[in-house]
C-alpha cells in the first residue's frame, strides 16, 4: 500500500519540477540483475556542482556489491577546491546517512543548501523514492547530518556563511518539516562556498540518550597542526565545548556514553562524556605515519574502530578499552602499517552486518570507487572487492569525478 503512495508522490513531485529537469533516475544494474538476492544497499552521492546525483548500490548477501542506479537528488553539489583539498569537497563525514528503523535516506546538497530526503522500497533496499521536493537547509553549505535512532528527526549541520544546525520532524508522507526554533549558530567566519577546511564543521552526531547534538569543529590550521585548536560544540540545556586538534569524523563508543573523534592533526581523540572523574575527559592519540585520519566507523563484529586515512590510503584498527585505553591492532606481526589500500584514497566509509559478518563500504576518491572490505574479527580486515566506478559512470552518462564524490550510508533489510 505504502508503495503505491509512494509512486504518486514521486511522480507528482517530477511534474512540479522546472522544464530543465534532469533525468529523475539512470539505470547502472548489470542485465538481468534481480532484486530478490539483495540483503541491503549502500548509497554515496556524486556531489557534482550541477546535477547532484545519489547512487545505490544493492548488497548481497556475500556481503559484495553491485550498482544499481543514479536517482537525482534536486539540488547541486559543490566541485572541490584545488589541492591540497583535491578531494573531500564537503570536508565532512556524514553527508548521506540512512535510517534502518525510517526506512529512508537523507543527504545534503552543499551548492543549493537543501536536504533530500527519499523512501526506500520495500522490496529492493536499493530502490529509493524521493519524497517530495529537497527542503532548505536553514543556512548555506550543509555538510553532514544525522538521524535519530526511531528514524523520526533528522539534524543537519552548515558549513557556509550562514553556518550552524537545524532540525527537522520525518515522516514517509510529508519528508522533511522544520522544527521551529531549532536553529543554533556556530558562529563561524566562513563564506559560501567555504573556503578549505579551516573553521568548518566536520560532522553532527546525537549524544548516545539523544539529549545533547555534538558537532565537530576544525579551527584555523597552523602549524603545528597539533595546536590548531579544533573543538565539539554540545548542545543541550547547558552549552559545553571540549577541544581537540583538528576533530573531524565522531564515533560514539557503543556500551559508553564516550566518543572516538578522527584528528587528522594527530591521529584520534577519544572525549569521555559521562561527567566521572574515574576517567580522562580528553585522550588524544597519536597515529604514526598518519597525513589525514578524517573518517571513522565501528564494528560490532570486531568490536573495533577503524580509521581512514585518505592520503596514505591506510585504515588503521583501534581497540578501546573500558578504561578508554586503546591500542592499534596490527594487521600482522610483519606489517608496520595497518591495512593498506594502494593508492585508494578512502573517505565515507559505513559498515554493515550481513548475517553474521560485517563488511566495510569505503568511497574511493583517488581510484573513483568503492572498496569493500570483510572485518572478519579483530585483526582481519581484507579487502574482498574493488568496484570501479568510471566505466559503468560512462556507459550510463553520469556525470561523476572522484574528486567530487563524498557520501556513504548503508541499510540492511
Ligand atoms: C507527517 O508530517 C506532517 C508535517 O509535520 C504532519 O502534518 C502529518 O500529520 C504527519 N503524518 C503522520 C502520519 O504522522
Ligand atoms: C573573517 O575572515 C575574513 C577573511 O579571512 C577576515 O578578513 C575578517 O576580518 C574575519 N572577520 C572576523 C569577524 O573575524
Ligand atoms: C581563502 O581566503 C583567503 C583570504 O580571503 C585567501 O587568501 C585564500 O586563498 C582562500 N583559500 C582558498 C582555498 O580559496
Ligand atoms: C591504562 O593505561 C595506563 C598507561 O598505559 C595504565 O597505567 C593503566 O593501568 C591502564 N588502565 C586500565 C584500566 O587498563
Ligand atoms: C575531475 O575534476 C578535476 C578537478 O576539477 C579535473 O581536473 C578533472 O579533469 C576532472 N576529471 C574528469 C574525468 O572530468
Not at 45 to 63: C, F, H, P, R
Not at 238 to 257: C, E, H, K, L, Y
Not at 365 to 390: C, F, M
Request: with cysteine.
Amino acid at each position: 500500500m505504502k508503495i503505491f503512495t509512494l509512486f504518486t508522490l514521486a511522480s507528482v513531485a517530477s511534474t512540479v519540477l522546472a522544464s530543465t529537469t534532469p533525468i529523475e533516475r539512470i539505470s547502472m544494474a548489470p542485465k538481468g540483475f534481480n532484486s530478490d538476492f539483495t540483503v541491503g544497499a549502500a548509497y554515496f552521492m556524486t556531489n557534482e556542482a550541477s546535477d547532484n546525483y545519489l547512487v545505490s548500490s544493492s548488497i548481497g548477501s556475500d556481503g559484495k556489491l553491485t550498482l544499481y542506479e543514479a536517482v537525482y537528488t534536486g539540488g547541486n553539489g559543490v566541485p572541490a577546491l584545488p589541492p591540497p583539498f583535491d578531494t573531500d569537497p564537503l570536508f565532512s563525514q556524514g553527508s548521506v546517512g540512512a535510517s534502518q528503523a525510517g526506512r529512508f535516506v537523507a543527504n545534503v546538497n552543499a551548492g543549493s543548501n537543501t536536504v533530500s530526503v527519499y523512501a526506500i522500497d520495500i522490496f529492493n533496499p536499493a530502490q529509493l523514492w524521493p519524497i517530495g521536493k529537497p527542503v532548505s537547509s536553514g543556512g548555506e553549505f550543509p555538510n553532514s547530518l544525522v538521524i535519530n535512532k526511531a528514524g523520526n528527526r533528522v539534524c543537519v549541520v552548515n558549513a557556509g556563511a550562514v553556518n550552524g544546525v537545524s532540525c527537522y520532524k520525518f515522516n514517509w508522507s510529508h519528508g522533511l518539516t522544520p522544527i521551529p526554533n531549532s536553529i543554533r549558530s556556530l558562529q563561524l567566519n566562513q563564506t559560501t562556498p567555504v573556503n578549505g577546511s579551516a573553521s568548518t564543521p566536520s560532522q553532527i552526531i546525537f549524544s548516545a540518550d539523544e539529549k545533547q547534538l555534538i558537532v565537530s569543529v576544525k579551527k584555523q590550521l597552523i602549524v603545528p597542526v597539533e595546536t590548531a585548536h579544533g573543538y565539539l560544540a554540545i548542545w543541550d540545556i547547558n552549552a559545553d565545548a571540549r577541544s581537540a586538534a583538528v576533530p573531524f569524523s565522531i564515533t560514539p563508543i557503543p556500551g559508553q556514553n564516550a566518543l572516538l573523534v578522527s584528528d587528522p592533526g594527530v591521529g584520534y581523540d577519544m572525549f569521555n562524556l559521562d561527567g566521572t572523574k574515574a576517567k580522562a575527559a580528553t585522550i588524544s592519540v597519536p597515529v604514526a605515519g598518519q597525513v589525514a585520519i578524517c573518517w571513522s566507523t565501528y564494528s560490532p563484529e570486531s568490536g573495533n574502530f577503524y580509521l581512514i586515512d585518505v592520503e596514505t590510503s591506510i585504515i588503521s584498527e583501534v581497540d578501546i578499552a573500558k578504561s578508554l585505553n586503546s591500542t592499534i591492532v596490527k594487521a600482522s606481526a610483519s606489517s608496520k602499517v595497518q591495512y593498506p589500500l594502494g593508492t585508494d584514497g578512502p573517505l565515507d566509509t559505513a559498515v554493515a552486518t550481513v548475517g553474521k559478518n560485517d563488511f566495510m563500504y569505503t568511497l574511493v576518491a583517488k581510484a573513483t570507487g568503492l572498496t569493500v572490505l570483510s572485518v572478519g574479527g579483530p585483526g582481519k580486515l581484507t579487502v574482498l572487492q574493488r568496484i570501479d566506478l568510471v566505466a559503468p559512470a560512462k556507459a550510463a552518462k553520469l556525470a561523476i569525478n572522484g574528486t567530487n564524490v563524498q557520501g556513504m550510508a548503508t541499510f540492511i533489510g
